[in-house]
């Protein structure tokens, strides 16, 4: 009789460590997904202020300017107490500070901290963004 040859493939316990060594990242990618979207609309709207000709600038032009294009970005996390306008020479400083927290499973969440601020200048009839790209 020959012998019998040793069977190979995973098991129940391989595949278990297998699933949680890739799944849980892969969930908490799936789950951190949608708050950095929704931060690059909120980076495209601060960016957009920059090609608004607008003579006088007030705080609130400036909001209601930045909310109007937070509504076209599908932005919804961020609320009126996250968003500040502060005056610093002749320009405008204009930043969203905010966070997201995300349920992951059971009672462990995940805390993402989001910060952006743009400076507004004017420059003529235009307005000029500095600030960095992200």
């Known amino acids: 009789m ?3 040859k040793r069977l190979r493939g995973l098991t129940l316990v391989g595949l278990l460590f297998a699933l949680t060594l890739f799944g849980l990242p892969l969930w908490m990618a799936f789950q ?14 601060l960016q957009s202020l920059q090609e608004e000709p607008v003579d006088r600038w007030t705080p609130r032009r400036i909001r209601e300017l930045l909310w109007r294009r937070f509504e076209a970005n599908y932005v919804e996390t961020v609320s009126v107490e996250d968003v500040y306008i502060e005056r610093e020479g002749g320009s405008w400083v204009v930043g969203v500070d905010y966070e997201v927290e995300k349920p992951f499973f059971g009672n462990i969440y995940l805390l993402v901290k989001f910060h952006k601020e743009i400076e507004l200048t004017h420059k003529g009839d235009k307005i000029v963004w500095v600030g960095q790209a992200w």
């Open 2 to 4: 020959a012998p019998i």
């Open 32 to 45: 951190l997904l949608p708050p950095y979207l929704e931060y690059f609309g909120v980076v495209r709207a």
